[in-house]
C-alpha cells in the first residue's frame, strides 16, 4: 500500500510517500480501507522528534481516520466487513484499574495510536490497523473527509471543558486558536452549553469563521489587547475559564485573563512549554489550573452525539491527497488554514 513514512526526524522532507506492507489485522483488530484521515499537530511533533519521547521509526503518522472495514480479526465481534467507522486514537489494555474506571490516559499501557505506536502504525496511508474497540460508527451525516476531521480534536475539546472545567451555562470561556483544529469545536462545544466564547485568532477571515460557529466576540491577537478587551466584554470580571493549548506565549496573558476562582483549562503548548507562574494566584484567588489529556471513548461517544445531530459541525479548511501531507503540515505550521486539513490517499 502507499504511505507516508518518515525513517527520521526533521523538516517536510524527511517525508516520504512510499510503499510499505499493508497491515493484517490481529484477533481483536479491524483493517481500514482508509478513505480519510486528517492533520493533526501531533503528527508535526513526531516528525519534529520530542524531548523524552520515543517515536518509533520507521513511522507512520496519522491518529484520525475515516474509512471502511476490509478485515476483521477472528475475535471481533462489534463490527463487520464493510462497515463505515471513524477511530478513537486512545490504545490502553481495557483491563487495569484506571482503564475499568474510564481514566484510559492514566493506563500504563496508554498510547495515541499513529503518534506513540510503531514502526509503522498509523493512519496516513491506504490501510490501516486499530483494535475493534477503538472504532465508531461514521456518522451517516458527515463525507469520510468531513468525518475525519473530528474525533481527535473533539474528544479533546469535550473533555476539557465538559469534563475537567465543568462548563456551565453563561461562561465566558477565552478559546485561543478559535479558527485552528481544537478552537472551531471548543466554540461549538461553548455555544452547545449556552456559554459565552470569546474567540481569538491572527487573520480577519479566522475571526469571520469563529464568529460563523458561534462565537459572541472575536478578537484579533495582533491587533487587540487581550486583556484589556476581555475586562470590557466581562464588565471587568474576566473570563470564567480560558481554554488553553498555545502555551508559553499565551500563557501570562491567560492567568490575567481569568476571574478569581476561574479555571484555565489547557491540553498543550504550540509556542513552548516553559511558562511562568505566579502561585500566589492559586490561593489568594483560589484559581484552578488544571492539565488534559484526549479523552476516553466514552466521552467521545457522548460528543458524537451531537454531531450527528448537526449541533457540531466538522470544519475543513483544506483537502490535499496522501502525497502533499508534507504541505498540509507546513500549512498547518504556518498557521494558513482556518478549520481543519483532511487527507484522501489514492483509491486502493
Ligand atoms: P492548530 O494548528 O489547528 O491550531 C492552533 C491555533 O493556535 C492556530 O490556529 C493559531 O491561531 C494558534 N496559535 C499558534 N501559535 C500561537 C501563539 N504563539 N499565540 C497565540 N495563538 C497561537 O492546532 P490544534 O488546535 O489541533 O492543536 C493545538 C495544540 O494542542 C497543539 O500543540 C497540539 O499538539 C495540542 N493538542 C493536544 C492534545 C492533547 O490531548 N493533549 C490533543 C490535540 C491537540 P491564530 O494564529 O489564528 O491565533
Redesign the pocket.
Known amino acids: 500500500m502507499k504511505a507516508i513514512v518518515f525513517e527520521q526526524h526533521g523538516e517536510c522532507d524527511v517525508l516520504k510517500y512510499r510503499d510499505t506492507p499493508q497491515p493484517v489485522a490481529g484477533p481483536n483488530d479491524v483493517v481500514i480501507g482508509v478513505r480519510a484521515s486528517a492533520c493533526?499537530?501531533?503528527d508535526i511533533?513526531a516528525r519534529r522528534g520530542l524531548p523524552g519521547m520515543k517515536i518509533i521509526l520507521p513511522h507512520i503518522s496519522g491518529s484520525d481516520v475515516a474509512g471502511v472495514v476490509v478485515e476483521t480479526g477472528s475475535e471481533v465481534k462489534n463490527v463487520k466487513v464493510g462497515d463505515e467507522v471513524v477511530v478513537h486514537c486512545g490504545l490502553a489494555c481495557r483491563q487495569c484499574a484506571y482503564c475499568t474506571r474510564g481514566e484510559e490516559f492514566f493506563c500504563p499501557d496508554f498510547k495515541i495510536w499513529g503518534f506513540q505506536t510503531g514502526p509503522l502504525d498509523g493512519g496516513h496511508g491506504q490501510f490501516c490497523k486499530v483494535p475493534a474497540v477503538n472504532t465508531l460508527p461514521k456518522p451517516a451525516n458527515l463525507s469520510f473527509e468531513e468525518a475525519a476531521t473530528i474525533p481527535?480534536?473533539l474528544v479533546?475539546v469535550w473533555r476539557m471543558l465538559v469534563t475537567r472545567a465543568r462548563l456551565q451555562a453563561g461562561d465566558f470561556v477565552l478559546v485561543?486558536?478559535?479558527?485552528?483544529?481544537?478552537?472551531v469545536m471548543a466554540i461549538q462545544v461553548a455555544k452547545l452549553f449556552n456559554a459565552r466564547a470569546i474567540a481569538?485568532?491572527?487573520?480577519d477571515d479566522?475571526l469571520e469563521l469563529c464568529s460563523k460557529l458561534g462565537a459572541e466576540f472575536v478578537l484579533h491577537?495582533k491587533k487587540h489587547d487581550i486583556f484589556q478587551e476581555v475586562r470590557k466584554i466581562t464588565d471587568g470580571r474576566r473570563a470564567d475559564i480560558v481554554f488553553e493549548?498555545?502555551g508559553a506565549?499565551?500563557w501570562p496573558i491567560s492567568m490575567q485573563c481569568l476571574k478569581w476562582g476561574g479555571t484555565i483549562v489547557t491540553?498543550?503548548?504550540?509556542?513552548g512549554f516553559d511558562a511562568h507562574m505566579d502561585i500566589r494566584l492559586l490561593w489568594n484567588k483560589q484559581q484552578n489550573y488544571l492539565g488534559?489529556?484526549?479523552g476516553n471513548k466514552g466521552e467521545l461517544i457522548d460528543a458524537m452525539r451531537f454531531v450527528e445531530r448537526g449541533l457540531i459541525k466538522p470544519v475543513v479548511g483544506q483537502t490535499l491527497p496522501l502525497k502533499e501531507l508534507g504541505r498540509a503540515q507546513e500549512l498547518?505550521e504556518n498557521?494558513t488554514v482556518a478549520g481543519?486539513i483532511a487527507i484522501v490517499p489514492p483509491t486502493a
Open positions: 493533526n499537530f501531533n511533533w481527535l480534536v479533546t485561543w486558536g478559535g479558527a485552528g483544529g481544537l478552537g481569538v485568532a491572527s487573520a479566522k491577537r493549548h498555545t506565549d499565551t491540553c498543550g503548548a504550540t509556542s488534559s489529556h484526549l498547518m498557521g481543519k
